[in-house]
């Protein structure tokens, strides 16, 4: 088995294109890989705005839970859980039969403070406990829809029954998504990367953005150091940052993430070209 020399570029008194070529891109890589992030960090008076916005979906505490039955009205976009005989829930005026069971269904509660009910339609709830919204449900069906008086109870549905918040970590992560944010739960920065698979490592990013909705409807967004072996605090820094419901955190490329990618790719592509591993022995 002889050694292919051709292929390894050593044939002749001069290097070759192909061998300029990669030593140039070596060259031009190796200079631009001490380009900056140039990524500007929030001040303490944008942190402090950003942290006031959010979460996008709004939460609904066990302490109100508890309360709002007798002390709280619901409010506009809560979700009030309705149970009530099955056979009011038709459109019909049969009196209920004893075996009729009682079944929950949800409703929304209106930017003008009304709920919709099956067959009556709208009814205010607006400055009512959820006791008084009982009364005002068997009223509205008592005794124009049934004959006798139905058992309505209502409460206010927990988080994890109307639809479980989400955050998204997208960009220089291995595996970004939409991941759930449960209810009694903090995440930090570190452990939403880590959902995502860690950071890519090929680019070693450095920053994060992190984007908010904000009053009226604005979105907010501020960067934050994530890693830095340099800088030991960027870990307990990034430990301290913290994602609320709702929440995209972006990795996004900066001027040293993008040359530190376009090395990779030189040495790839120009390496994989000028040492053919498949190619590198003659069989006899």
Same mark, same amino acid.
């Given at each position: 088995?002889?050694?292919?020399?051709?292929?390894?570029?050593?044939?002749?008194?001069?290097?070759?294109?192909?061998?300029?070529?990669?030593?140039?891109?070596?060259?031009?890589?190796?200079?631009?890989?001490?380009?900056?992030?140039?990524?500007?960090?929030?001040?303490?008076?944008?942190?402090?705005?950003?942290?006031?916005?959010?979460?996008?979906?709004?939460?609904?505490?066990?302490?109100?839970?508890?309360?709002?039955?007798?002390?709280?009205?619901?409010?506009?976009?809560?979700?009030?859980?309705?149970?009530?005989?099955?056979?009011?829930?038709?459109?019909?005026?049969?009196?209920?039969?004893?075996?009729?069971?009682?079944?929950?269904?949800?409703?929304?509660?209106?930017?003008?403070?009304?709920?919709?009910?099956?067959?009556?339609?709208?009814?205010?709830?607006?400055?009512?406990?959820?006791?008084?919204?009982?009364?005002?449900?068997?009223?509205?069906?008592?005794?124009?829809?049934?004959?006798?008086?139905?058992?309505?109870?209502?409460?206010?549905? @927990?988080?994890?029954?109307?639809?479980? &918040?989400?955050? +998204?970590? %997208? $960009?220089?992560?291995?595996?970004?998504? =939409?991941?759930?944010?449960?209810?009694?739960?903090?995440?930090?920065?570190?452990?939403?990367?880590?959902?995502?698979?860690?950071?890519?490592?090929?680019?070693?990013?450095?920053? @994060?953005?992190?984007?908010?909705?904000? &009053?009226?409807? +604005?979105? %907010? $967004?501020?960067?934050?150091?994530?890693? =830095?072996?340099?800088?030991?605090?960027?870990?307990?820094?990034?430990?301290?940052?913290?994602?609320?419901?709702?929440?995209?955190?972006?990795?996004?490329?900066?001027?040293?993430?993008?040359?530190?990618?376009?090395?990779?790719?030189?040495?790839?592509?120009?390496?994989?070209?000028?040492?053919?591993?498949?190619?590198?022995?003659?069989?006899?």
């Amino acid at each position: 088995m002889a050694f292919a020399k051709r292929n390894c570029g050593i044939v002749g008194e001069r290097p070759s294109k192909s061998a300029s070529c990669f030593f140039l891109s070596i060259f031009v890589a190796l200079h631009l890989v001490g380009c900056s992030d140039q990524v500007s960090l929030p001040s303490q008076e944008e942190l402090a705005a950003f942290e006031k916005a959010g979460p996008v979906i709004p939460t609904v505490s066990m302490e109100r839970l508890m309360t709002a039955r007798m002390q709280e009205s619901p409010l506009p976009g809560e979700v009030l859980e309705i149970t009530m005989p099955v056979i009011l829930q038709v459109v019909t005026t049969d009196e209920p039969s004893a075996a009729a069971t009682a079944a929950p269904f949800l409703c929304r509660v209106s930017e003008t403070g009304t709920i919709a009910l099956p067959a009556v339609g709208e009814i205010e709830v607006a400055g009512k406990t959820l006791a008084q919204i009982e009364a005002a449900i068997i009223g509205a069906y008592y005794p124009e829809y049934t004959q006798t008086r139905p058992s309505v109870f209502v409460r206010l549905a @927990a988080e994890e029954e109307v639809g479980q &918040p989400m955050f +998204t970590v %997208l $960009g220089l992560v291995s595996s970004p998504g =939409n991941f759930p944010y449960p209810p009694r739960v903090r995440y930090n920065m570190m452990q939403a990367l880590g959902f995502a698979g860690g950071l890519d490592r090929t680019v070693d990013p450095r920053y @994060a953005t992190i984007y908010r909705l904000g &009053p009226g409807g +604005t979105i %907010l $967004g501020e960067t934050f150091a994530i890693a =830095n072996v340099k800088k030991a605090a960027t870990l307990i820094d990034a430990m301290n940052t913290p994602i609320k419901p709702g929440d995209v955190v972006f990795v996004e490329h900066t001027p040293r993430t993008r040359t530190k990618e376009f090395l990779d790719g030189v040495l790839r592509i120009t390496v994989g070209a000028y040492l053919p591993i498949d190619s590198a022995w003659d069989e006899d």
